[in-house]
């Protein structure tokens, strides 16, 4: 749980002094797992927050000169409040870049909320409770190999470029897709395909991600006065973008 008070320290360990041995040992914080879930990741403050850069781009954290290799495989899912929320700290493009997609979960259907009535236990712990592992360690990673072997064509490869640099020349962006941005977008559809029992990357793949994967990464200019700044005005330029650039047969 993310709060305003959480130091660096609480997220990647530190030194902890052993007075038995007179030496300073560390000790390994809730980082060091496969998947790590970061609850309200705006409500901590920039520095905090900064602590997952490192873990998330390279897969270590470092810690007073020394370097521990995180587990693998390692994912952070981070779930964050609206801008416009009482005290939240805005994440920096260098922390959006990394995450390999941003999802928009909205209120459930009217029959959906009645089920959660009927149907939810009265404890969130009892439903925690029941849970149980449905996948090992070697099964991920056996399913992150696979997605590294889907086949990506060369002018698949053209057109992602293409869209990325588009992005770099609008006049609404301040900040367009960067090199990190479309290697996601190829991962992302790999991945996908491997989901749907193909060996190859398709245009619909990489359509149906472009926006999941993408919006997120990039800045609307603040000059563009017709514009607002929020998501989905992102989402309304990259649309616009994706429909000028002509998509491979």
Known sequence: QFTADLLPSDITGGNVYNPQ???????????FGNIILADEINRTPPRTQSALLEAMSDGQVSVDGHTYPLDSPFMVIATQNPEEHYGTYPLPESQMDRFL????????????EKLILLESPGRSGDALAELEPVL?????????????????????????VAVAR???RS????????????????????????IEGRDFVSPDDLKAL???????????????DSLGRSRQDAERILLDLLERVPTPA
């Open 136 to 160: 090992r360690v070697a099964d991920v990673r056996a399913l992150q190999d696979g997605a590294e072997r889907v086949h990506l064509e060369p002018d698949l490869a053209e057109y992602m």
């Open 21 to 31: 041995t007179g030496q300073f040992v560390y000790t390994r914080g809730p980082i």
């Open 166 to 168: 588009e992005t770099r």
């Open 101 to 112: 997609l941003r999802i928009r979960i909205d209120y459930p259907s009217a029959e959906d």
């Open 171 to 194: 006049p609404h962006l301040s900040l367009g897709v960067s090199p990190r941005g479309y290697l996601a977008w190829r991962n992302a559809a790999r991945a996908l395909a491997l």
């Open 210 to 224: 472009a926006l999941p994967v993408l919006a997120h990464r990039v800045v609307v200019a603040a000059h563009a």
